[in-house]
C-alpha cells in the first residue's frame, strides 16, 4: 500500500507562487505516473499535470506556462512549482499516484489565491 503526503499549500496573492510537494512511502515499483489533480469547491476533481517515470510530463491547457510539475525517483518525491496564480487556481490540490497495480492518493493540501 502506498501512501502519499502533501505539502506546500497555502495563501497567496494573485500573481504570487507557491511550491507544493508529495512524498510517497510504502511498496512502489519502478514504473508509476505521478501527479497532481485539484477540486474546487462545487467543481470537479481535474488534472492539473502528471509524470512519469522517465520524466515525460503532461499539463492542463489552463496551466500551461504557469506551472512546472518534476520528481525526483531516488526520494520518491513530486513537486508542483506554481507562478502566476489566479483566484481560478484556488482549490484543494492531490497528489495522485498510479501504477499497474492501482491508484492512490494524498489528503489534499488547500491553495487560497486572493489579495
Known amino acids: 500500500q502506498v501512501q502519499l503526503v502533501e505539502s506546500g499549500g497555502g495563501l497567496v496573492q494573485p500573481g504570487g507562487s507557491l511550491r507544493l510537494s508529495c512524498a510517497a512511502s510504502?511498496?512502489?515499483?519502478?514504473?508509476?505516473?505521478m501527479g497532481w489533480y485539484r477540486q474546487a469547491p462545487g467543481k470537479q476533481r481535474e488534472l492539473v499535470a502528471t509524470?512519469?517515470?522517465?520524466?515525460?510530463?503532461n499539463y492542463a491547457d489552463f496551466v500551461k506556462g504557469r506551472f512546472t510539475i518534476s520528481r525526483d525517483n531516488a526520494k520518491k518525491t513530486v513537486a508542483l512549482q506554481m507562478n502566476s496564480l489566479n483566484p481560478e487556481d484556488a482549490a484543494v490540490y492531490y497528489c495522485n499516484l498510479r501504477a499497474i497495480v492501482g491508484e492512490s492518493w494524498g489528503q489534499g493540501t488547500q491553495v487560497t489565491v486572493s489579495s
Open positions: 509524470i512519469t517515470s522517465g520524466g515525460s510530463t
Open positions: 510504502g511498496r512502489l515499483f519502478n514504473r508509476y505516473v
